[in-house]
Nanobody, 118 residues
Framework: QVQLVESGGGLVQPGGSLRLSCKASGSIFSISTMGWYRQPPGKQRELVASITSGDRTNYADSVKGRFAISRDNAKNTVYLQMNSLNAEDTAVYYC????????????WGQGTQVTVSS
């Protein structure tokens, strides 16, 4: 069983920065794809960024050039550095782990609120 615990959310002014962290329990972190998703108020959950076990990254068009995902396998932690935040980035941000073995296993964190407002 894997548990994901996010931290780093909060209230930030437009143009500001935040760094989200997600720490995973268990032993499959380093061989899993990690992702950050977000769910704005009244909207569906969407992929923000992902990083494979081989450090290949993927970003939503809306965050390219502003957000950066990274991972530290020694700490079982994935990060999301968010810069130049705007009101449209306001959402609950969720950490996701996908492990593709004989079957696909997927886990979610509890979410952390990010609010961009002056």
């Amino acid at each position: 069983q894997v548990q994901l615990v996010e931290s780093g959310g909060g209230l930030v002014q437009p143009g500001g920065s935040l760094r989200l962290s997600c720490k995973a329990s268990g032993s499959i972190f380093s061989i899993s794809t990690m992702g950050w998703y977000r769910q704005p108020p009244g909207k569906q959950r969407e992929l923000v960024a992902s990083i494979t076990s081989g450090d290949r990254t993927n970003y939503a068009d809306s965050v390219k050039g502003r957000f950066a995902i990274s991972r530290d396998n020694a700490k079982n932690t994935v990060y999301l550095q968010m810069n130049s935040l705007n009101a449209e980035d306001t959402a609950v941000y969720y950490c996701n782990l996908q492990f593709r073995g004989l079957s696909i296993r997927e886990y979610w964190g509890q979410g952390t609120q990010v609010t961009v407002s002056s």
